[in-house]
């Protein structure tokens, strides 16, 4: 079948009146998650994943999944806008330029750049992944399992290499990950594996209440111990005005967006390399190129569109990696990992190639997400920015209940639930210690696929571990991942300490601010 | 003490080298090796890998902080740690009382004991609660064909 048959089946397995309405509900969601600081994109991710285990179609399920992710991903403008607080990491940016016009009363036209910029951005980089996927898959179909198994080192290695502040910390969230994933019976030899004569460890750990626990109820935890601190205060949040964005406006923003969309569409591809480094690179170098620099921190419209259009290019483009290798790019897209896996999705080059309409209309569904961002965010945005000043007991409550309910929904079974609350204390144990919890999260999805990998490989190979590096392009994997590793570090680092002092420059350019406007 | 600070590096060191050393240690009793072989690798060769993987990562780790004085130091504040502490708490009773009581009855027990530590003391919030865990264990039910587990007595779970 051809890449362009397979494009028109897609086409015919998205436009759906259910798909359609699962797009919809999705987008809407993602938005009130996104926009609620303190609750992220992985989630809503998380919180939809058990809910689509009824769906008959998998592909319908990883397109939910996505416009969560793009709605998350606008939804987190709207109280950087209205609060000055992202309400997801990718937001900070939006908040440099976004609080001050809102601030001047202008709070719809900086919604509305949000939301053009938004969905620039996104279906910049969708239609970037449309374009990009088959040629790579067709590179990369001579994989064997040698490179399988060398391309989840280099998955797990990236993430390893740019999570937290240290390298030794991230391989060993990755290893132990790895390990817990090994643990209940070896599929190959039948043998049990660490389960120390329990019961709930006989059959393993499953995926879903270790995401359930490492991300999602870690969140809410961390955030009902900060109402506890603060007593419950919420900001004031800034009231829409009706004075949107106007067509000069428009014409204006235009040259930020392209710009920024393109450079965050390079990034987001970049494997180890999220939504939040894109932001603050993309906003500089909006800045470097406007006519208005100064411009830049006081309200600019560049500004915002540079921020939002590039946290939103980084969705499609970080699925090119994860559909063509499947390599996750960063903690959301480990997640949609772990989903495309419960899904019985492999992505990869074979997917192309066994499941290619399935590939397509995810790839499809992802740029109908972004195109129907626009006329919801239109309609919905002012709705939804309520929600942002809704107290946090009264949704913390339902997430927990949603977080164990999709737990046990996992298997059926209450020793989902029990492993659930250790993993629990486990991530406020790594917490404690500075250890970031996505190279774990990712070892666990990843192990299943790495060990079938492995033992074909050492099947094939007469047990010869030497097989990795004496195979060529396994050789180069691995080579490609020590470089990337090491390069990626040192990017981060670089970046990071850019986006400090960013940020402290625009915390101070806004205390300046707000002294002279008290004065005056 | 209130207050007292945590090096990340060499704690993270001890602990997650002490574990990796218990796996090590445990493998021969917890991963029996097969009657027959197979072809197959070994099933202790993969988890030996990563277990050797954490096991070098907290050696260097360690000598980052004792030798070369890297640390990454965090503050471990008990006014701020223990309303976590307490809330994961709930959280864990939370787990077993759904599996004693039920997904609903411990809902209302669990959440009005934590609304009530955030300070909420208007009813409504806990008649939202409520109904909300009725709601959310009826629309697995009847939605998506998932029985929550029930109260054992009174609902034939």
């Not at chain 1, 009706?242 to 591809?269: C, D, F, H, Q, R």
């Not at chain 2, 072989?37 to 000598?63: E, K, M, V």
């Not at chain 2, 004792?66 to 471990?76: H, P």
């Amino acid at each position: 079948m051809t890449d362009f048959q397979m494009i028109s089946q897609a086409l015919g397995m998205v436009f759906t009146v259910s798909n359609i309405l699962t797009i919809f509900i999705g987008l809407v969601i993602g938005m009130v998650i996104g926009c609620i600081p303190g609750l992220s994109v992985t989630l809503g991710i998380i919180l939809m994943l058990p809910l689509t285990y009824t769906f008959e179609n998998a592909d319908t399920a990883i397109i939910l999944l996505l416009a969560v992710y793009v709605g998350g991903m606008y939804g987190g403008s709207i109280s950087a806008i209205t609060l000055n607080t992202p309400g997801t990491n990718s937001a900070i940016a939006t908040t440099f330029d976004g609080y001050p016009l809102a601030k001047k009363g202008k709070v719809k036209k900086a919604l509305d750049t949000s939301l053009f910029a938004s969905t620039f951005g996104g279906l910049f980089s969708a239609i970037l992944l449309l374009l990009c996927a088959s040629p790579i898959t067709k590179l990369v179909a001579g994989f064997t399992s040698v490179e399988y198994f060398s391309m989840g080192i280099l998955g797990i290695s990236l993430i390893a290499g740019v999570s937290g502040d240290s390298l030794a910390k991230g391989i060993i969230s990755g290893c132990l990950g790895l390990l817990m994933a090994c643990i209940g019976m070896d599929a190959v030899t039948g043998v049990t594996r660490y389960g120390f004569g329990l019961d709930i460890l006989k059959y393993g750990i499953d995926m879903l209440p270790a995401m359930i626990a490492l991300i999602a109820l870690t969140q809410v935890a961390d955030k009902l111990r900060e109402f506890k601190l603060s007593d419950g205060h919420l900001d004031d949040a800034n009231k829409i005005d009706n004075e949107g964005l106007t067509g000069k406006e428009i014409k204006s923003i235009m040259p930020a967006t392209l710009y920024s969309s393109v450079i965050a569409s390079i990034i987001g591809a970049m494997p180890g390399v999220g939504g939040g480094v894109a932001q603050f690179m993309c906003y500089n170098e909006a800045r470097r190129i406007s006519k208005q620099p100064q411009n830049f921190g006081k309200g600019c419209l560049e500004g915002i569109a540079a921020a939002e259009s590039s946290n939103n290019a980084v969705v499609g483009s970080a699925m090119i990696p994860l559909l063509t290798l499947g390599i996750p790019g960063d903690g959301v897209t480990a997640l949609l990992l772990g989903a495309f896996i419960l899904h019985g999705i492999q992505p990869g080059p074979t997917m192309f190639t066994k499941q290619g309409p399935m590939a397509y209309s995810i790839i499809i569904g992802c740029l109908i997400a972004n195109i129907l961002l626009y006329p919801i965010g239109k309609v919905l945005t002012r709705a939804v920015a309520k929600i942002v000043q809704v107290k946090y007991t009264l949704l913390a409550p339902c997430i927990i209940m949603f977080c164990f309910a999709g737990a046990y929904a996992a298997t059926g079974n209450t020793k989902e639930l029990i492993l659930t609350v250790v993993i629990l204390w486990l991530s406020y144990l790594l917490n404690l210690l500075k250890i970031d919890n996505t190279p774990l999260m990712l070892g666990m999805i990843l192990e299943s696929i790495m060990e079938a990998n492995f033992v074909t490989a050492m099947m094939s190979y007469d047990r010869d571990v030497t097989v990795f590096v004496r195979r060529p392009i396994s050789a180069v994997i691995l080579i490609i991942t020590v470089v990337l590793v090491v390069s990626m570090m040192k990017l981060n680092k670089k970046i990071e300490a850019l986006n400090a002092q960013q940020e402290k420059e625009m915390a101070a350019e806004h205390a300046a601010a707000d002294a002279a406007a008290a004065e005056g | 003490m209130k207050k007292f600070n945590i090096k990340t590096y060499l704690w993270s060191g001890i602990i997650m080298g002490a574990f990796a050393l218990f796996m090590f240690f445990t493998m021969e009793s917890q991963v029996r090796l097969p009657a027959y072989d197979s072809g197959a690798p070994s099933p202790r060769l993969l988890p030996t890998i990563f277990i050797t993987g954490i096991l070098i990562c907290s050696a260097i780790l360690i000598i980052q902080s004792l030798v070369f004085k890297k640390e990454n130091i965090t503050v471990f504040d008990w006014e701020k740690e223990k309303p976590m502490l307490f809330i994961i708490t709930l959280i864990t009773l939370y787990a077993i009382g759904i599996i004693m009581l039920g997904f609903v009855v411990a809902s209302i027990i669990i959440f009005a004991i934590v609304l009530w530590y955030c300070g909420e003391r208007k009813p409504g919030i806990y008649i939202f609660t409520a109904a909300a865990a009725i709601g959310i264990y009826y629309l697995f039910k009847y939605v998506f064909y998932i029985s929550l587990p029930d109260v054992p007595f009174f609902m034939g779970g």
